[in-house]
């Protein structure tokens, strides 16, 4: 929170805000076959989380978390909203639907932020696999995060730089859209737009309207993998040890399903809450895969 300059200091830290959180989550499990020395153990969780920004302090309606440089989206906590909500520009259309451009016959954004969407997911879920047979188990991880929101400033530079696949059609060209020649914005005049203008400036005035690069978060991902086998403990039944157990255990392996082509859609410019929900030029995430000993005295 600001502070008086006589205090000599700039902020202070403080509660600023009262959060409402409402939701569930439930885990079942059973194992739907076992026969002999087979055996599959399953078990399935589920969780909804929903909240509401009740109130701030000072008679604040808006708490900013960040905000891109250019300014054309920030992620924020409004009273009444939710916690984390996205706003940016939007291509600015009429009333009856048409996109809007400016006299240059580029995308015009338009002049206040529209809501976008909320980083944080409609729900999330997972299902744990275990196979046994006799002293060898498969163990199968899938995790689920179902909607949510990102802005990617990393795809709107590569679309304002032309580096972009969206940008692999450059052909000059006039937008689809209409343009107000009397110049008034509250009593508008509304004509066909007719200049045309290079496939450059399209994307480059695209890359600057913040909805054109929001994506959904919705992905699907085997999670973690493993194959663990049992040594008989015949083989070291006269020592010290209970058991040994080795094997291969790989994480992060890839997406069963995801919205997001470029990235993955669990990244973020850092893993602070005042971070979330935007990303700037992530390194890829990575799978592992390694080696498992357990040794049990």
Same mark, same amino acid.
Do not use: C
């Given at each position: 929170?600001?502070?008086?300059?006589? %205090?000599?200091? *700039?902020?202070? @830290? !403080?509660? $600023? +805000?009262?959060? =409402?959180?409402?939701?569930?989550?439930? &885990? /079942?499990?059973?194992?739907?076959?076992?026969?002999?020395?087979?055996?599959?153990?399953?078990?399935?969780?589920?969780?909804?989380?929903?909240?509401?920004?009740?109130?701030?302090?000072?008679?604040?309606?808006?708490?900013?978390?960040?905000?891109?440089?250019?300014?054309?989206?920030?992620?924020?906590?409004?009273?009444?909203?939710?916690?984390?909500?996205?706003?940016?520009?939007?291509?600015?259309?009429?009333?009856?639907?048409?996109?809007?451009?400016?006299?240059?016959?580029?995308?015009?954004?338009?002049?206040?932020?529209?809501?976008?969407?909320?980083?944080?997911?409609?729900?999330?879920?997972?299902?744990?696999?275990?196979?046994?047979?006799?002293?060898?188990?498969?163990?199968?991880?899938?995790?689920?995060?179902?909607?949510?929101?990102?802005?990617?400033? %990393?795809?709107? *530079?590569?679309? @304002? !730089?032309? $580096? +972009?696949?969206? =940008?692999?059609?450059?052909?000059?060209? &006039? /937008?689809?859209?209409?343009?107000?020649?009397?110049?008034?914005?509250?009593?508008?005049?509304?004509?066909?737009?007719?200049?045309?203008?290079?496939?450059?400036?399209?994307?480059?005035?695209?890359?600057?309207?913040?909805?054109?690069?929001?994506?959904?978060?919705?992905?699907?991902?085997?999670?973690?993998?493993?194959?663990?086998?049992?040594?008989?403990?015949?083989?070291?039944?006269?020592?010290?040890?209970?058991?040994?157990?080795?094997?291969?255990?790989?994480?992060?392996?890839?997406?069963?399903?995801?919205?997001?082509?470029?990235?993955?859609?669990?990244?973020?410019?850092?893993?602070?809450?005042?971070?979330?929900?935007?990303?700037?030029?992530?390194?890829?995430?990575?799978?592992?895969?390694?080696?498992?000993?357990?040794?049990?005295?």
């Amino acid at each position: 929170m600001p502070v008086s300059p006589a %205090t000599g200091y *700039s902020y202070f @830290r !403080s509660n $600023v +805000g009262q959060v =409402t959180n409402t939701g569930f989550e439930f &885990i /079942v499990g059973g194992v739907p076959l076992q026969r002999g020395d087979f055996s599959w153990d399953v078990s399935v969780n589920f969780g909804k989380n929903k909240n509401t920004l009740d109130e701030l302090t000072e008679d604040l309606e808006t708490f900013t978390f960040s905000t891109t440089n250019s300014g054309i989206l920030n992620v924020r906590a409004t009273v009444g909203g939710g916690y984390g909500d996205i706003y940016g520009t939007v291509w600015q259309e009429t009333d009856d639907g048409r996109k809007v451009t400016d006299a240059t016959g580029r995308p015009q954004a338009s002049v206040k932020k529209e809501i976008l969407g909320n980083y944080q997911p409609d729900w999330v879920g997972g299902m744990a696999n275990t196979f046994k047979y006799k002293n060898l188990s498969l163990n199968l991880l899938i995790d689920a995060r179902i909607g949510g929101q990102i802005y990617s400033g %990393t795809d709107a *530079s590569l679309q @304002r !730089s032309g $580096v +972009g696949e969206i =940008t692999e059609n450059r052909e000059s060209r &006039i /937008v689809d859209a209409v343009v107000n020649t009397s110049g008034d914005p509250d009593n508008p005049t509304w004509e066909p737009n007719t200049v045309e203008i290079t496939g450059a400036e399209y994307h480059i005035a695209l890359a600057g309207i913040a909805e054109t690069h929001v994506y959904d978060q919705t992905n699907i991902r085997l999670r973690e993998v493993s194959m663990m086998y049992a040594l008989p403990k015949s083989l070291f039944s006269n020592f010290f040890i209970e058991d040994i157990t080795v094997g291969l255990v790989g994480r992060n392996l890839f997406f069963l399903y995801k919205e997001m082509d470029n990235f993955d859609p669990e990244s973020s410019m850092s893993t602070s809450n005042f971070s979330q929900g935007v990303l700037w030029y992530n390194l890829p995430t990575v799978r592992s895969i390694g080696f498992n000993l357990n040794v049990r005295f």
